[in-house]
């Protein structure tokens, strides 16, 4: 695309040179310009200045100038601004994007979404969507893309809709018709002439005739207006406006992230469980190793995930190890927690044995990156009483009075198998040390981190690292186990951390559903990534305890279809939903012994199924996803939710809407019937014909109007997913 011209067109001026021998009264003086003067470009020269047009408040606007909102390549996003001018003069809008090397990209037209309060909204992309993968050769022309886009409003006066308003009044009740039809004239003839219209022969043509057309006088007032206002010329104001004191606003800038940074499906295993079975001549269980593991990766893929993500690889403590289900004591065979990292083998830059080696570590990343998915390593900065660091930098951990290092603790919570950093000492030096592992890992073919508690550590620590890793690594992304509060998680996204573990587990009615995901996907969206997970290894909630099937089923649907990045911890596939008594976690837990799974068994249940049928219609309708798109939908039943996420069709590579609609029953047990409200317009379908809703998960075709009847039972069907279907 050409770059934009920024000045408006000037109309010309005629001027009388003074009388020397008399003075001109001021009713004999000659008018300096026939016409109207066009409202002219102001340059702006400080920060602050306003141009001709006014333009404010724009939102996603950076906190302070400093922390650019984050969007994925090619996701939809909206962008609102303030734009008005004084008078009853009518206004327009336009949205340009342009990518880090300052070249347009996109520009559309602006709509008003409230005129009272002067608010104009557009719909953006930067890019377009990939599938790209870090190791593929299609990511070198990814990466250039990647960084700081632009947004800039245009706002300028709307002369041809101020115009045209009050000429067609003015033709109506007979009023100075004469003057306001060459006033159109004159306009009509300047739009043809502007080099910022854009426009083509065809386009300048048939202005230049509409201009002729409303100086005819021989004509009656009407056949002059009517000319003024067809089809092409409405459709020309649209895409190619005369834009009278055009005033542009500061760039906002926009932090682009490559793909799947915020669109992703997670699949966590434990690798030491993974091919573990039970010796029949000992009766104990024999570990599994990352060469085992290949067949969670074969699952992973199977069931439609992009990414695998392994807890701790790295050798376990001995003292304090903990024993089955969190216990003090730990039996001779009980293996410990991953979390408790470190012993005489090494520790977070050691594999550990009983896994394999680096060999293995690395052959296993090279067989997920043949599959297509991406390996996300737990990378948990602590240590066993027995890890080298307790040694060799005694002043990275906290000592208490008497001379002991303190365990970690999150009262009621104490974990005497670990030691917590203590960042006060030497803070530089531990940046260092985590720098080089974290590229030791990425060499090994590690993409993505998974960081416990980080909200644990100083947030300028993860800044310092994040900024270190990504300059070299850019391609590398950061997940924040988070659960704390809404100040600290922000912090976090603005240092870096692309995505976080988030309280939805915790929102199981309607009114929490409803609220929780505005929350996600709408402004907060722009920095904090939530990431949905029905259950980890450490939540398990009363809901999924109790509801069974269809409950797994729910909350898997609610996850897949709620948040772009959405996460499963394996067993949910064989309903393993037994809680510790007194704990929202599993008995059992397989943080602190290794499970040995009937993989065969999970046929039984379905939920195996349904995780693929969620990934392929995520898959199959990218482009409806985003962390700023979702409404809700209204419906007269208190266990049925219903939403929708919605992308115009001008931001779609076929050019046609893209529109999914969620309904799920939230009650386990018993069928619920509603009427679900669809506000047909706000979601580009014509309501003279209403919507073809097909069901993605079972195939089923629906016609839809504005209010339409559901019934899901939990033993047939708990949720639909509709796509809006466009036979145009």
């Given at each position: 695309?050409?770059?934009?011209?920024?000045?408006?067109?000037?109309?010309t001026?005629?001027?009388?040179?003074?009388s020397?021998?008399?003075?001109?009264?001021?009713a004999s003086?000659?008018?300096?310009?026939?016409?109207?003067?066009p409202?002219?470009s102001?340059?702006?020269?400080?920060p602050g200045?306003?141009?001709r047009?006014?333009?404010?408040?724009?939102?996603?606007?950076?906190?302070?100038?400093?922390?650019?909102?984050r969007?994925e390549?090619?996701?939809?996003?909206e962008?609102t601004?303030?734009?008005f001018i004084?008078g009853?003069t009518k206004?327009?809008?336009?949205?340009v994007?342009?990518?880090?090397?300052?070249?347009?990209t996109?520009?559309?037209?602006m709509?008003?979404?409230?005129?009272?309060?002067?608010?104009?909204?557009v719909?953006?992309?930067?890019?377009?969507?990939?599938?790209?993968?870090?190791?593929?050769?299609?990511?070198?022309?990814?990466?250039?893309?990647?960084?700081?886009?632009?947004?800039t409003i245009?706002?300028?006066?709307?002369?041809?809709?101020s115009?045209?308003?009050?000429?067609?009044?003015?033709?109506?009740?007979?009023?100075?018709?004469?003057?306001?039809?060459?006033?159109?004239?004159?306009l009509?003839?300047?739009?043809?002439?502007?080099?910022?219209?854009?426009l083509?022969?065809s386009?300048?043509?048939?202005?230049?005739?509409?201009?002729?057309t409303?100086?005819d006088?021989?004509?009656p007032?009407?056949?002059?207006?009517?000319?003024a206002?067809?089809d092409?010329?409405?459709?020309?104001?649209?895409?190619?406006?005369?834009?009278?004191?055009l005033?542009?606003?500061?760039?906002?800038?926009?932090?682009?992230?490559?793909?799947?940074?915020?669109?992703?499906?997670?699949y966590q295993?434990?690798?030491?469980?993974?091919?573990?079975?039970?010796d029949?001549?000992?009766?104990?269980?024999?570990q599994?190793?990352?060469?085992?593991?290949?067949?969670?990766?074969?699952r992973?893929?199977?069931?439609?995930?992009?990414?695998?993500?392994?807890?701790?690889?790295?050798?376990?403590?001995?003292?304090?190890?903990?024993?089955k289900?969190?216990?003090?004591?730990?039996?001779?065979?009980?293996?410990?927690?991953?979390?408790?990292?470190?012993?005489?083998?090494?520790?977070?830059?050691?594999?550990?044995?009983?896994?394999?080696?680096?060999?293995?570590f690395?052959a296993?990343?090279?067989?997920?990156?043949?599959?297509?998915?991406?390996?996300?390593?737990?990378?948990a900065?602590q240590?066993?009483?027995?890890?080298?660091?307790v040694?060799?930098h005694?002043?990275?951990?906290k000592?208490?009075?008497?001379?002991?290092?303190?365990?970690?603790?999150?009262?009621?919570?104490?974990?005497?198998?670990?030691?917590?950093?203590d960042?006060?000492?030497?803070?530089?030096?531990?940046?260092?040390?985590?720098?080089?592992?974290?590229?030791?890992?990425?060499?090994?073919?590690?993409?993505?981190?998974?960081?416990?508690?980080?909200?644990?550590?100083?947030?300028?620590?993860?800044?310092?690292?994040?900024?270190?890793?990504?300059?070299?690594?850019?391609?590398?992304?950061?997940?924040?186990?988070?659960?704390?509060?809404?100040?600290m998680?922000?912090?976090?996204s603005?240092?870096?951390?692309?995505?976080?573990?988030c309280?939805?587990?915790?929102?199981?009615?309607?009114?929490?559903?409803g609220?929780?995901?505005?929350?996600?996907?709408?402004n907060?969206?722009?920095?904090?990534?939530?990431?949905?997970?029905?259950?980890?290894?450490?939540?398990?909630?009363?809901?999924?305890?109790?509801?069974g099937?269809?409950?797994?089923?729910?909350?898997?649907?609610?996850?897949?279809?709620?948040?772009p990045s959405?996460?499963?911890?394996?067993?949910?596939?064989?309903?393993?939903?037994?809680q510790?008594?007194?704990?929202?976690?599993?008995?059992?837990n397989?943080?602190?012994?290794?499970?040995?799974?009937?993989?065969?068994?999970?046929?039984?249940?379905?939920?195996?199924?349904?995780?693929?049928?969620?990934?392929?219609?995520?898959r199959g309708?990218?482009?409806?996803?985003s962390?700023?798109?979702?409404?809700?939908?209204?419906?007269?039943d208190?266990?049925?939710?219903?939403?929708?996420?919605?992308?115009?069709?001008?931001?779609t590579?076929?050019?046609?809407p893209?529109?999914?609609?969620?309904?799920?029953?939230?009650?386990?047990?018993?069928?619920?019937?509603?009427?679900?409200?669809l506000?047909?317009?706000?979601?580009?379908?014509?309501?003279?014909?209403?919507?073809?809703?097909?069901?993605?998960?079972?195939?089923?075709?629906?016609?839809?109007?504005?209010?339409?009847?559901?019934?899901?039972?939990?033993w047939a069907?708990v949720a639909?997913?509709?796509?809006?279907?466009?036979?145009?």
């Amino acid at each position: 695309m050409s770059k934009k011209t920024t000045k408006a067109t000037k109309a010309t001026t005629t001027t009388s040179a003074p009388s020397k021998t008399k003075q001109s009264s001021p009713a004999s003086i000659a008018p300096t310009q026939t016409g109207e003067t066009p409202a002219p470009s102001i340059p702006i020269t400080a920060p602050g200045q306003f141009g001709r047009v006014n333009v404010m408040d724009i939102t996603p606007c950076e906190e302070h100038g400093i922390y650019p909102a984050r969007v994925e390549l090619g996701e939809p996003f909206e962008v609102t601004a303030q734009v008005f001018i004084e008078g009853r003069t009518k206004v327009g809008a336009t949205a340009v994007v342009r990518d880090p090397h300052g070249m347009e990209t996109l520009r559309l037209p602006m709509t008003c979404a409230n005129a009272g309060l002067d608010r104009w909204k557009v719909e953006l992309v930067c890019g377009e969507r990939s599938d790209a993968k870090p190791w593929e050769p299609e990511f070198a022309q990814i990466e250039p893309q990647l960084g700081e886009w632009s947004v800039t409003i245009e706002g300028w006066e709307d002369t041809y809709l101020s115009w045209l308003h009050d000429a067609t009044i003015k033709v109506q009740v007979g009023d100075d018709v004469e003057n306001a039809l060459i006033s159109g004239s004159q306009l009509f003839t300047r739009w043809a002439a502007s080099p910022d219209a854009r426009l083509d022969l065809s386009q300048r043509k048939h202005l230049e005739t509409a201009a002729a057309t409303l100086a005819d006088t021989t004509l009656p007032p009407e056949q002059r207006l009517y000319a003024a206002n067809d089809d092409d010329i409405s459709a020309m104001h649209v895409t190619n406006p005369l834009r009278d004191g055009l005033s542009t606003s500061a760039a906002q800038r926009f932090k682009v992230e490559r793909p799947g940074s915020s669109f992703a499906a997670w699949y966590q295993f434990f690798p030491r469980s993974e091919g573990a079975y039970v010796d029949k001549a000992t009766g104990k269980i024999v570990q599994g190793t990352l060469k085992t593991a290949l067949a969670g990766l074969e699952r992973a893929k199977e069931e439609g995930f992009d990414i695998v993500y392994l807890p701790p690889i790295f050798p376990i403590g001995t003292t304090n190890r903990k024993g089955k289900n969190n216990s003090l004591v730990a039996g001779p065979d009980d293996p410990g927690s991953p979390f408790g990292i470190g012993s005489e083998l090494g520790g977070h830059d050691t594999v550990d044995p009983l896994l394999g080696t680096m060999d293995d570590f690395k052959a296993l990343t090279a067989r997920a990156h043949e599959l297509g998915l991406e390996i996300a390593l737990d990378f948990a900065l602590q240590c066993s009483p027995d890890h080298p660091w307790v040694k060799q930098h005694p002043n990275w951990f906290k000592i208490k009075p008497d001379g002991t290092i303190a365990f970690a603790e999150n009262p009621p919570k104490k974990y005497q198998d670990i030691y917590p950093i203590d960042f006060n000492a030497d803070m530089p030096g531990i940046e260092k040390e985590v720098e080089r592992i974290l590229n030791l890992w990425i060499k090994a073919g590690v993409t993505i981190f998974r960081i416990d508690n980080p909200h644990t550590k100083p947030v300028r620590f993860w800044q310092d690292v994040i900024a270190a890793i990504t300059k070299a690594h850019p391609e590398v992304l950061f997940l924040a186990e988070a659960f704390t509060r809404p100040g600290m998680m922000r912090a976090l996204s603005y240092v870096g951390f692309t995505q976080s573990h988030c309280y939805f587990p915790w929102r199981n009615t309607k009114e929490e559903l409803g609220e929780y995901l505005l929350e996600t996907n709408g402004n907060a969206g722009y920095y904090q990534h939530n990431t949905f997970w029905p259950t980890t290894p450490d939540i398990l909630t009363s809901y999924v305890r109790d509801n069974g099937i269809a409950g797994h089923a729910v909350r898997a649907v609610l996850a897949a279809m709620g948040s772009p990045s959405w996460g499963m911890y394996n067993g949910y596939e064989l309903i393993e939903n037994r809680q510790r008594p007194g704990f929202e976690e599993q008995i059992d837990n397989e943080k602190y012994e290794v499970k040995v799974r009937d993989w065969a068994r999970a046929s039984e249940f379905g939920i195996s199924e349904l995780l693929t049928s969620l990934n392929r219609i995520r898959r199959g309708h990218a482009e409806a996803f985003s962390y700023h798109n979702v409404r809700l939908l209204p419906t007269t039943d208190e266990n049925i939710l219903a939403f929708a996420r919605h992308t115009p069709g001008e931001l779609t590579r076929s050019g046609k809407p893209e529109t999914l609609v969620v309904v799920v029953n939230l009650d386990g047990h018993n069928a619920h019937q509603a009427s679900v409200h669809l506000e047909m317009p706000e979601f580009d379908i014509d309501p003279r014909w209403g919507a073809h809703m097909r069901d993605e998960l079972t195939g089923r075709d629906f016609a839809w109007s504005w209010d339409n009847f559901v019934s899901l039972a939990p033993w047939a069907d708990v949720a639909h997913i509709f796509h809006v279907e466009r036979d145009f």
